[in-house]
Nanobody
Framework: QVQLVESGGGLVQPGGSLKLSCAASGSIFMINVMGWYRQAPGDQRELVASITSGVITNYADSVKGRFTISMDSAKNTAYLQMNSLKPEDTGVYYC??????WGPGRPEYDYWGQGTQVTISS
């Protein structure tokens, strides 16, 4: 079993910065993809950013140039640095991992963190 634990959410003013962390622990053979999704009240969960094999990044158009996703493979931890935050960035941010375990065939499973609230408001 694998657990994802997020941290770093909070309340900041528009234009401010936050850094989210997502630490994966448990029976991990390899982390293929880690990503951040967010969900605002009444909206569907949407992809914010992802990182594949620790190096290939992908961003939603709305956050390009403002957010940076990175990964420390030695710590099995992904980070989301969020700069120039806007009120529309408000939501619950969920960490997602596509992670291979040690079972036969090294199967890949999807895991989710519990979510962390990010609120951008003056």
């Amino acid at each position: 079993q694998v657990q994802l634990v997020e941290s770093g959410g909070g309340l900041v003013q528009p234009g401010g910065s936050l850094k989210l962390s997502c630490a994966a622990s448990g029976s991990i053979f390899m982390i293929n993809v880690m990503g951040w999704y967010r969900q605002a009240p009444g909206d569907q969960r949407e992809l914010v950013a992802s990182i594949t094999s620790g190096v290939i990044t992908n961003y939603a158009d709305s956050v390009k140039g403002r957010f940076t996703i990175s990964m420390d493979s030695a710590k099995n931890t992904a980070y989301l640095q969020m700069n120039s935050l806007k009120p529309e960035d408000t939501g619950v941010y969920y960490c997602h991992g596509a992670i291979r375990g040690w079972g036969p065939g090294r199967p890949e499973y999807d895991y989710w963190g519990q979510g962390t609230q990010v609120t951008i408001s003056s």
